[in-house]
């Protein structure tokens, strides 16, 4: 198969799971809230729709004028990491967010993917970042948003993240 050919179609895929998955997070959210959340980091969440919708139409436009053929690698890749996406949404359960909520009284999940890794939702957006253009021949893509995903993790979200953890835990004790 052309790589021209997939790309629509996977773009179209990936967007769609990102919008159902917002869904899932404003809904985890508002329960997070009505618990008695508090957000952290609301200033830098418009960087990551900039990012994604970036890294989306990057993938279709590059991937549409790429006349090579799909890369069965990258695709394997990409379609492995989605059982990993839902082992980590599943094991957050209603803590699973885009958003960085601290829920009073809640504990930090240690199990699942969270016994192998920090940041497992991380390491599979990572996979999709750079799998999902490069199936479709779309290399400039993946190495654009596979920096700018490492540099706004990197700088930004994951001291974000350590940083309300840590307030949260002196503010308990």
């Known amino acids: 198969m052309k790589a ?15 919008l159902l998955e917002l ?3 404003r809904r985890n ?14 200033r830098h969440f418009p960087l990551f729709f900039v990012l994604h ?12 004028r790429s006349r090579g053929r799909v890369s069965l690698l990258w695709l394997t890749l990409l379609l492995l990491a989605q059982p990993l ?15 960085i909520l601290i829920v009073p009284g809640a504990t930090r999940i ?17 996979l999709e970042m750079i799998s999902a253009p490069l199936s479709v021949g779309a290399w400039r893509t993946a190495l654009v948003a ?12 994951i001291p974000a993240e350590e940083w309300a953890l840590a307030e949260y835990q002196q503010q308990q004790g």
Do not use: D
């Open 4 to 18: 021209g050919g997939l790309a629509p179609w996977l773009v179209l895929g990936l967007g769609l799971q990102r």
């Open 23 to 25: 869904r899932v997070a």
């Open 29 to 42: 959210r508002e329960w997070a809230m009505r618990q008695g959340a508090r957000e952290y980091g609301q």
């Open 53 to 64: 919708g970036g890294w989306l139409l990057g993938t279709l436009l590059e991937g549409r």
């Open 85 to 99: 996406r839902y082992w980590v949404i599943a094991t957050l359960g209603r803590q699973w967010n885009t958003r």
């Open 110 to 126: 240690s199990g699942g993917p969270f016994k192998y890794l920090k940041h497992p939702n991380y390491a599979v957006v990572a």
């Open 146 to 157: 596979s920096l700018c995903n490492a540099a706004l993790l990197r700088l930004i979200r």
